[in-house]
């Protein structure tokens, strides 16, 4: 299903708890990434990763967590303090340093609905 | 950082006529610009891209134009189809052709084509 996986799909959560989305590659890319997707706001960049071990935040990071333990995989956390997290999350890779660099292959998404 | 202005939000045309999407940028040290299409319910998929050292290109029906100097690149699609219809998503590279930090994306244009 593209080489990306998320999930889970649709992930409902109550105020104060914090909630991990699973993001899982097997297109051996080097980078990913974690967009936030809200209607007519277009995709933000919450936190990309080029290697393993090393992340850096994107122009949303405020209240998001990553890690990047493995190069297939690379989880987001929304914890409690994002005030606003119910949002539409898509996850990202791309081939680093190579034609093709920065070509982004999407996962399918995670639709998060804070009750 | 960069600031990609995408305009206009939404669109509507004739099957069969063709549309335009155009998007600005600020940072003129970007030199990548791709262009993705998600329809509903579906992940980004890129359709074009284009770097700085061109002015034009094209792909069957549809087509990127760029002006480096004004800092603005447009999407072109012609003889318009109803699997068109879908959110256009346009994006810039502030580093361009290498490194993984992330695009910045416009806001989208929703483009419906009517029958």
């Known amino acids: 299903d593209g080489g990306i996986t998320q999930s889970p799909k649709y992930l409902f959560r109550k105020e104060g708890q914090n909630v991990t989305l699973s993001c899982e590659q097997n297109?051996?890319?080097?980078?990913m990434y974690w967009y936030r997707q809200d209607p007519g706001q277009g995709l933000r960049l919450i936190y990309y990763?080029?290697?393993?071990?090393?992340?850096q935040k994107g122009d949303i990071a405020e209240g998001y967590s990553v890690s990047r333990e493995k190069k297939e995989s690379f989880p987001l956390t929304v914890t409690s303090a994002q005030k606003n997290p119910t949002a539409f999350y898509l996850c990202?890779?791309?081939?680093?340093?190579?034609?093709?660099?920065?070509?982004?292959?999407f996962g399918a998404g995670s639709r998060l609905t804070v009750l | 950082g960069e600031n990609v202005e995408q305009h206009p939000s939404t669109l509507s045309v004739q099957e069969g006529d063709s549309a335009v999407i155009k998007c600005t940028y600020s940072?003129?040290?970007?030199?990548?610009f791709p262009w993705y299409k998600q329809e509903l319910g579906k992940r980004p998929q890129l359709i074009i891209d284009?770097?700085?050292?061109?002015g034009e290109k094209k792909d069957q029906r549809i087509a990127v134009t760029l002006n480096k100097t004004a800092k603005h690149f447009s999407l072109h699609i012609t003889e318009t189809q109803p699997e068109d219809s879908a959110v256009y998503f346009c994006?810039?590279?502030?580093?361009?052709?290498?490194?993984?930090?992330?695009?910045?994306f416009g806001k989208g244009t929703h483009l419906i084509i009517q029958p």
């Open positions: 994006a810039a590279h502030p580093e361009g052709g290498g490194g993984a930090d992330g695009l910045t």
């Open positions: 284009i770097r700085s050292n061109v």
């Open positions: 990763s080029q290697i393993v071990n090393d992340f």
């Open positions: 990202a890779s791309s081939i680093e340093g190579a034609r093709g660099a920065n070509v982004l292959t």
């Open positions: 297109l051996n890319h080097d980078a």
């Open positions: 940072d003129s040290a970007s030199n990548y």
